[in-house]
């Protein structure tokens, strides 16, 4: 089958724009690409953008774009993709940057953009904020998350990375543990955006940018058990949480487990189901707070 690659952009509806861009740019670091009235974009390193702000009336994540491989061919990927009864629009230059796009609703309403990226928009390395070298994953809380897993597997390709009893899944499109993790919920809604950092280094100037900017962490900074990332959260302007972390999980498929690390428990450290257990949760022992899950 022919499946994403990785995930370009997400976007996200938000009633105070300004406010939104200005979070973006100057605590997190990426670039104003472009804006229009009631719409922005901002980028980080090679893609024309990786997050879209739109003005809306409460803050939700509304879309996220995924990008094929340079030999995937669009029209057979959509062709796949309604041969699971699922209704496809084809949108001819929908976004800056994108000239054709498939485009569908997951299970739970989030729009999905599947689209080949032709020129790349290389940014220069921005001189303010706590700049993440991506956009790395997109967490979702759902009323039906066996279902959305198996549409993520079977319609764009996602594999599964982990899940932690059978309420909450971790799944990959690439070598990252994870670029869409889903957590069963009585409410279909946003959990968080993780953004990649270089390091623990890294971690500790964005806690103090995000400090002397007056944002508090949620939780963190820690260790994952599973992904092992490094992690903190913070909840943006808009009341969206942001995870920023380091040193993901990276899978070796031609063998079937993750790149060997010294903090991992299993050797090798291959994809399981984890009991519902502190550790799985943070191996440095401190649990998240009731805000994680407002
Ligand atoms: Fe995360």
């Not at 861009?21 to 990426?30: K, Q």
């Not at 390709?157 to 990252?176: E, H, K, N």
């Not at 993780?194 to 964005?206: C, K, Y």
């Not at 040193?247 to 450290?269: C, I, K, S, T, V």
Request: aromatic fraction near 10%; charged fraction near 25%; hydrophobic fraction near 35%.
């Amino acid at each position: 089958m022919i499946g994403v690659k990785k995930i370009a952009h997400a976007t996200y509806e938000t009633p105070d724009l300004d406010k939104q861009i200005e979070y973006y740019t100057d605590i997190l670091g990426l670039t104003l690409v472009a804006k229009e009235k009631d719409i922005a974009y901002l980028a980080s390193t090679l893609d024309h953008h990786s997050v879209v702000l739109r003005r809306g009336d409460h803050s939700r994540c509304v879309r996220l774009g995924f990008q094929l491989g340079p030999d995937d061919d669009l029209n057979a990927f959509e062709k796949q993709t309604a041969a699971h009864g699922i209704k496809t629009a084809r949108k001819k230059d929908p976004e800056p940057s994108i000239a054709d796009m498939v485009a569908f609703d997951d299970p739970k309403g989030t729009a999905m953009e599947v689209f080949k990226r032709g020129e790349t928009s290389p940014q220069k390395f921005p001189l303010k904020g706590i700049v993440p070298h991506k956009l790395g994953h997109v967490a979702f809380f759902v009323k039906d998350v066996q279902g959305t897993t198996k549409f993520y597997c079977d319609v764009l390709g996602f594999r599964v990375s982990d899940w932690m009893g059978d309420f909450f899944s971790f799944l990959r499109c690439g070598t990252d543990h994870h670029t869409i993790n889903l957590m069963r919920d009585p409410e279909d809604r946003h959990f968080h955006t993780a953004f990649e950092l270089r390091d623990w280094g890294h971690m500790l100037t964005a806690c103090d940018h995000l400090s002397l900017h007056g944002y508090k962490l949620l939780w963190g900074p820690g260790r994952h058990g599973i992904g092992h990332n490094l992690f903190c959260y913070h909840r943006g302007p808009n009341g969206l949480i942001t995870e920023l972390f380091a040193q993901l999980d990276q899978m070796n498929e031609a063998l079937g487990y993750f790149e060997p690390r010294p903090w991992h428990r299993d050797r090798p450290q291959k994809p399981k189901v984890w009991a519902k257990d502190p550790t799985a949760s943070n191996y440095w022992g401190i649990m998240p707070t009731d805000e994680m899950h407002k």
